[in-house]
């Protein structure tokens, strides 16, 4: 069974080694430059005080050349699309193409049982599934190593997608997380295949299903993952501080940094008064003002107790996070294939 | 001698359709079996069951010993040819049974391989590009180069022009004559089974109608002509399988054990063709009948 | 192989039967001679695409003839003859065949019906022999 299912699958495996090779090769390319001018920034072995300036203007020379923050969405696009990719093309014809074609019928009637079967071709495509998502992964990883600890100390920066390891495509690509959803998106089209018996509505329906768990994931679940942690800091403590000035003395403020911890995760961020409240409304006495947004509105508010509240996930909980979202995605995985071999138990003719 | 196939009360349902109803039989080894009917019938469904691609929504069965399918012994112990004979289009003819040789414990590879140069299929040639007969014959060949006990076949031959036909028909008496199978094949015309089955299962409307040796059947149905009569007043161990009339005489295909002495009748011989096609038309007489009373 | 068999689907006669006439009148002819194997059961069937109980049951009743035995794992071969009984018996057979020939033509049967006259009462008397 081993034997049949690679030769079975080796048409797709050598795409996807093609795919691997490429991508490896723009990377190793464009890779030791990278690394060169991280080298040149200073970053490393730099004090407390002027890391994050140091990090910040190493990431707007990278942002300024014209290739590199191109391969870097590439190398995270690709990542983050490879188990969509993997679910649809390698997932959903698994078993759906087996019905289509009825060579189901010449499969579960030589001497091995359908469990056998079904466990040996989930089992090894789906490994190979996982070792294509990962290689990615660690590729880009490597090649985006610099930019990483540069995001880990910036305080500001243009570079484009935001920089914390917690922003949501550099979330999904690093870590155990891509093997978590390379996981999941195999098994769901797998799962669709068994389902519709059909390739093209299994690749379709799980193009949908997967596209619609990977943004309601991020979006509703992983920010509850854990408890989120609260603090307040003046505003002058803040350099970027996004300000949004309506009528009346209406006001919000956002930030995007934590000063003291530049990697956190901002959940949600506002202005709060003495007591720890959200405030909205301008102070009468600063209303005058306001219409300038000047420091010295700012200064009239904090001289009233206003500060910055924020409400955010510290680095510290990074792999905990991850592991903990991995986990679901595992656990879908599993009931998904426990649900493949109950079904096709049923010995149903199509 | 043991049976390769036990049903018993044997049904299956797909949402409101019987497509196999009371289904019970008992088919002794070595013989080669015709299970004719119909399209639409329930062959395909009966050898599903017997394969274990299905399971019966009522009722029992038993193939060589055991509910199908049961473990990968009895999987190894049965052969399957689907109809339409499905291959891998994508795999060569060598790699086809290159699958047979490691998903079947007992694969006979010698045998595989001289009946492969037999017919002269090119091994490196993708199973898709094959003809509809050279696809048939490379599926029987991976049926029996696994060395089963039981060989079952669905329609195996419906699709193939007479030349292959034939052939597909010499090939598979010589591996029953060489193995001493059992075989179960089914077929909507009697003529492909008339020259290879010595046991017959004749299923009409999902229901089997008559079953046992071939030699059993002509010898007890007849068909008997003589002068206009109701078929209500024969002895009792007559039973009617089909009645014509006209204005002067009636024609009757009889089902009997025992000889008929009435010399009112004329008695003939029955071909099984026509054995075959008096209980199609009894089936369709029933139903059609059962349809008028629904009409009222 | 010696001889090779043919079957005619259409004849109404039972294929085993048809087996064993063509031996029978292989015998006859001289083609088949004592000592001769018969065409194995996997030849025949490979041949004409026939059951391979029908070739054993031909093979049986001519063993039960004394006309072939089998040896297991090895073959069916040729024991008795039938050239010898059968010819004695020709010559008079023949002259009284001709004789009720004439008869029948001067009786004002064409060829067709002496021949069906002659099938009917040759397949009405091999009834009566089994009844």
């Known amino acids: 069974m081993t034997w049949l299912t690679w030769r079975q699958f080796r048409a797709q495996a050598v795409a996807a080694a093609a795919a691997l090779a490429a991508f490896a090769v723009l990377l190793a390319v464009t890779g030791p430059h990278l690394a060169s001018l991280y080298a040149a920034s200073g970053i490393t072995g730099c004090h407390s005080g002027s890391c994050g300036q140091l990090a910040s203007t190493f990431l707007s020379q990278v942002a300024a050349t014209s290739i590199d923050p191109a391969v870097y969405l590439l190398g995270i696009a690709g990542v983050v699309l490879a188990p969509a990719v993997i679910g649809i093309f390698w997932g959903a014809p698994l078993i759906a193409r087996e019905f289509e074609a009825g060579t189901f019928r010449l499969a579960w009637t030589q001497s091995i049982t359908r469990a056998r079967w079904l466990a040996v071709k989930l089992g090894l495509t789906g490994l190979a599934a996982l070792a294509v998502t990962e290689a990615l992964s660690l590729i880009q990883a490597w090649w985006a190593a610099p930019i990483g600890q540069a995001a880990r100390l910036a305080t500001d920066s243009n570079f484009p997608l935001g920089m914390s390891p917690f922003s949501l495509l550099a979330f999904d690509a690093h870590g155990i997380t891509p093997l978590g959803y390379a996981a999941f998106a195999f098994t769901l089209g797998v799962t669709t295949g068994v389902f519709l018996r059909r390739a093209i509505p299994a690749m379709a329906l799980t193009l949908v299903i997967f596209a619609a768990v990977q943004v309601a994931i991020p979006l509703w679940i992983r920010p509850h993952l854990f408890p989120p942690d609260h603090t307040t800091a003046t505003l002058s403590s803040f350099t970027a501080l996004q300000t949004r000035i309506g009528p009346n003395g209406a006001f919000a403020f956002a930030v995007q940094f934590l000063p003291t911890q530049p990697g956190a995760w901002i959940l949600s961020s506002g202005a709060v008064n003495a007591a720890g409240q959200l405030v909205s409304t301008s102070p009468a006495a600063c209303k005058s003002l306001a219409l300038s947004s000047s420091p010295t509105w700012t200064q009239c508010l904090a001289s009233h107790g206003i500060r910055i509240g924020v409400t955010y996930q510290p680095t510290s909980r990074y792999w905990a996070i991850q592991g903990t979202e991995t986990a679901i995605y595992v656990a879908l995985a599993l009931a998904l294939a426990g649900y493949c071999f109950w079904r096709l138990g049923l010995r149903r003719l199509s | ?296 | 192989m010696v001889i090779e068999f043919h079957l005619d689907a259409r004849s109404g006669v039972a294929p085993y039967l048809q087996l064993i006439h063509q031996v029978r009148q292989a015998l006859r002819l001289g083609l088949l001679r004592e000592g001769d194997q018969l065409p194995t059961v996997k030849d025949v069937v490979a041949g004409l695409a026939i059951n391979p109980n029908t070739v054993l049951k031909a093979y049986r009743e001519l063993e039960y003839e004394g006309l072939v035995a089998a040896r297991p794992g090895i073959g069916t071969f040729v024991t008795g003859t039938l050239a010898g009984s059968s010819l004695a018996a020709h010559g008079p057979l023949r002259r009284d065949l001709q004789r009720w020939l004439a008869k029948a033509r001067r009786a004002g049967l064409d060829d067709e019906s002496i021949e069906a006259l002659f099938i009917s009462t040759f397949r009405s008397a091999a009834e009566e022999d089994i009844a």
């Open chain 2, 1 to 296: 001698m043991t049976a390769v196939l036990e049903a018993r009360g044997l049904g299956k349902r797909y949402r409101r359709l019987w497509a196999l109803a009371d289904c019970t039989l008992s088919i002794p080894a070595g013989h080669v079996v015709g299970l004719v009917g119909p399209n639409g019938a329930g062959k395909t469904t009966l050898l599903n069951l017997a394969a274990g691609l299905l399971a019966p929504t009522t009722g029992t069965i038993e193939v060589l010993g055991g509910p199908p399918p049961a473990s990968p012994v009895q999987l190894a112990r049965v052969g399957f040819l689907a109809q339409d004979a499905p291959v891998y289009a994508g795999l060569p003819v060598a790699d086809h049974l290159r699958l047979g040789a490691h998903l079947n414990p007992a694969w006979d590879e010698e045998l595989a391989r001289g009946r492969i140069d037999r017919l002269d299929l090119d091994p490196g040639q993708k199973a898709g590009k094959l003809s509809g007969g050279q696809r048939a014959q490379l599926a029987l060949t991976l049926a029996v180069a696994k060395r089963p006990e039981l060989l079952l076949l669905d329609e195996p031959v419906a699709s193939l022009d007479p030349l292959a036909r034939r052939e597909f028909l010499q090939d598979l008496m010589e591996a029953v004559a060489e193995q001493g199978l059992s075989v179960v094949l089914s077929s909507h015309l009697v003529a492909d089974l008339e020259r290879v089955c010595d046991y017959l299962i004749v299923l009409v409307g999902s229901r089997v109608r008559v079953a046992g040796p071939v030699e059993e059947l002509l010898a007890t149905h007849h068909l008997l002509s003589g002068p206009r009569r109701d078929p209500a007043t024969l002895p009792a161990g007559q039973q009617v399988i089909s009645a014509s009339h006209t204005d002067r005489q009636t024609t009757l295909l009889v089902r009997t054990s025992d000889k008929v002495l009435d010399p009112a009748w004329m008695v003939s011989e029955v071909g099984l063709e026509d054995l075959v096609l008096a209980y199609m038309s009894q089936a369709a007489g029933r139903s059609r009948r059962n349809h008028l009373e629904v009409q009222k």
